[in-house]
Each structure stands twice: as structure tokens, then as C-alpha cells.
């Protein structure tokens, strides 16, 4: 299956005017971490012919690459937009729209002083063991961990049993919360022996600013479909955004069957 742009109708004319479709990708258009199905894919160009489509994932494009562009396939051949890092990378019919990085919005100053808080903290800590990479540096955050990101497959368990008692995470948060109040960072745990540190609102919804410039507000009907929907999930933000219609998704196969509803596919 060849894809390009050009065999779609330009965006501010299909058929279903003025409405975006947006889809978390893991759980959502593949099975987590998982490559994409071709009958999802044939359904999405399919889609494609009626409204405007688009991904919105949390990890880099070369992972949404790897498992949307499957035979030879370019992600951005298959999407209208294509948000990166929740649109930190952002693509628009296979054009670059501005990009923005943790770094860039915090500044090194400020960044150093957090780095070197986070470092001489971990350096006090007296866990059982500890390995290397405690700080990860992303393009949209940085990683911390306090036993260190080379730790073992067995390490991670052990740490994370170790946490659950200790609350070493939990604390280090609250103490990161007091030192730097004024930052705007948000603090997500959301694995085993790390958290997450991003600025406050670079979540899902940052996307949107690049769906509502288009046209000056062309789309008056965003569709957000997304399987962490629940309080907590990494879709839950979008989800409840005002400004686009939220669907909970269980499964891809579920996502097709609505998409079928919704679109008379
Ligand atoms: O997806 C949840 C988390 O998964 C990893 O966390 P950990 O290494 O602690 O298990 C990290 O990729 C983290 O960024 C992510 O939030």
C-alpha cells in the first residue's frame, strides 16, 4: 500500500468539514508497543478520504515510526498531523511545524540548579544499590531515578518493592515540589524506579494550539480517541479538554468498530 498526501482531498475540504479525528497510538491504533494491523491501517485512509486525521503519542516519532510505519510505510505518509512527544515534535502533511524542548523552556541556568538539587539529593540516599543515569535528558523532560536508569530487569523489581515501603519516590518529589515551587514542572511516577519531571501542561492537550491555528480555527470538531482516559492515564487530559470530543477506547479493535459507527465506514 503506497500512501501519499496528495491522493487525500486537501484538509479544509473533505466531506466531514471542519473535524479533526486524533488518536493516542498504544492501546489505541496498535497494541501496546506493538506494530499497527493492516486492516487498522486500511480503515484510517478510509477515514482519511472524510476528515482529517492525526496521531498524538507520548514517545519520540522514531517509536511511532517503528510501529506505524510497518512494510517500508512513513508515518508521515499516513497522517495529516503527526504530534510527537504530545506535539512537541509536530508534523503537518509531512512538513515540520516549530518544535519545543524542555531546555529551551527552562533555560540552563535554571536547569543546572535543579540538575545539581536532584544529584547531591540522590547522593544522600541510601538505597541498597544503585547503578547509573540518574538523570535521563528528553527532548520534553528529564528521567530521574534514584537507583539509576542501567539498572537490571531484577534490580528494577527490587527497587520498586523497596519504594513501595520506603516511599523514596514520593518524598524526593515533595522535596522537589518545596525547593522549586516557582519552576511550573509536574511530577508524574509512573514506572518502576523513576519519575517524570515536565513543564505543567505538556501533556496531550499541548497539541491542540497547532490543530486550533490551522485556518484560523477551521476545526470546530475535534475527535480525541484514546484508551487512558481514566484520571491518572496519559489520555486523561485531552480527553476532558472542553475543546475536543473525548472517546474511551478498549482495544484497537474496539477503536475500529467506533470509528465504523461514528464515520459510516
Ligand atoms: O510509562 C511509564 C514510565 O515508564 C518508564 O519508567 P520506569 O523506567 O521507571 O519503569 C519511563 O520510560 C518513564 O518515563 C515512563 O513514564
Redesign the pocket.
Known amino acids: 500500500m503506497a500512501v501519499a498526501a496528495a491522493q487525500f482531498p486537501p484538509l479544509f475540504s473533505r466531506p466531514v468539514a471542519n473535524t479533526i479525528c486524533l488518536f493516542d497510538v498504544d492501546g489505541t491504533l496498535t497494541p501496546a508497543r506493538r506494530h499497527v494491523s493492516p486492516e487498522m491501517l486500511g480503515l484510517l485512509q478510509k477515514l482519511r478520504e472524510k476528515v482529517v486525521i492525526g496521531f498524538v503519542g507520548g514517545s519520540d516519532l522514531v517509536k511511532q515510526q517503528e510501529q506505524l510505519g510497518v512494510n517500508g510505510l512513513n508515518v508521515v505518509d499516513l497522517f495529516d498531523f503527526c504530534f510527537a512527544e504530545n506535539g512537541l515534535t509536530a508534523i503537518r502533511l509531512g512538513e515540520n511545524l516549530p518544535s519545543n524542548s524542555f531546555i529551551k523552556w527552562l533555560g540552563e541556568e535554571k536547569y543546572k540548579k535543579l540538575a545539581n538539587f536532584i544529584l547531591h539529593y540522590i547522593a544522600d540516599l541510601d538505597l541498597p544499590v544503585k547503578r547509573g543515569t540518574f538523570i535521563e535528558f528528553r527532548n520534553g523532560m528529564i528521567?530521574v531515578?534514584p537507583i539509576g536508569?542501567n539498572a537490571s530487569i531484577q534490580e528494577?523489581h527490587d527497587y520498586e518493592a523497596f519504594d513501595k515501603t520506603t516511599n523514596i519516590r514520593r518524598d524526593f518529589v515533595a522535596a522537589l515540589k518545596k525547593e522549586f515551587p516557582d519552576y511550573g514542572l509536574t511530577y508524574?511516577i509512573?514506572?518502576?524506579?523513576?519519575f517524570?519531571v515536565f513543564p505543567t501542561g505538556w501533556d496531550k492537550t499541548y497539541c491542540l494550539q497547532h490543530v486550533l491555528k490551522e485556518g484560523e480555527g477551521y476545526f470546530k470538531e475535534i475527535h480525541f480517541f484514546g484508551d487512558k482516559t481514566y484520571n491518572g492515564g496519559n489520555d486523561y487530559e485531552i480527553f476532558m479538554d472542553p475543546r475536543t470530543i473525548g472517546h474511551t477506547v478498549t482495544c484497537p479493535e474496539d477503536t475500529m468498530a467506533e470509528l465504523r459507527k461514528l464515520f459510516d465506514l
Open positions: 528521567n531515578s536508569r528494577r508524574s509512573g514506572g518502576q524506579i523513576s517524570d
